[in-house]
Nanobody
Framework: VQLQASGGGLVQAGGSLRLSCAAS????????MGWFRQVPGKEQDFVAA????????YYADSVEGRFTISRDNAKNTLYLQMNSLKPEDTAFYYC???????????????????WGQGTEVTVSS
């Protein structure tokens, strides 16, 4: 499967963005999916994960209550709705497919073996 992330941009603090991750060459429902983010020069951070069916979700403490991960398997697309954005949310955001094909939702990048290109999110204060 190949992944293509989009939807990043510049937004003021308190604003919202919705990121999308379109999959091709495979069936997205077969995979648990995740969003990660990275500031250049820093470690990659887990943001959120969702099960193949969409029935289970898992969030980093820093985004819990503000971000919502979802998926539309009929459209082969993953989403990340980001509300109440803060300047510290500024980063490149990456979608990824968990290569373990099911199981518990992981926050470890090593468990994800297919990555989209990053989409840049900038939150101004």
């Amino acid at each position: 499967v190949q992944l293509q992330a989009s939807g990043g941009g510049l937004v003021q603090a308190g604003g919202s963005l919705r990121l999308s991750c379109a999959a091709s060459g495979g069936t997205l429902s077969s995979y648990n999916m995740g969003w990660f983010r990275q500031v250049p020069g820093k470690e990659q951070d887990f943001v959120a994960a969702i099960s193949g069916s969409g029935g289970r979700t898992y969030y980093a403490d820093s985004v819990e209550g503000r971000f919502t991960i979802s998926r539309d398997n009929a459209k082969n697309t993953l989403y990340l709705q980001m509300n109440s954005l803060k300047p510290e949310d500024t980063a490149f955001y990456y979608c990824a497919a968990d290569g373990r094909r099911g199981g518990w939702l992981s926050h470890y990048p090593i468990d994800y073996d297919t990555w989209g290109q990053g989409t840049e999110v900038t939150v101004s204060s």
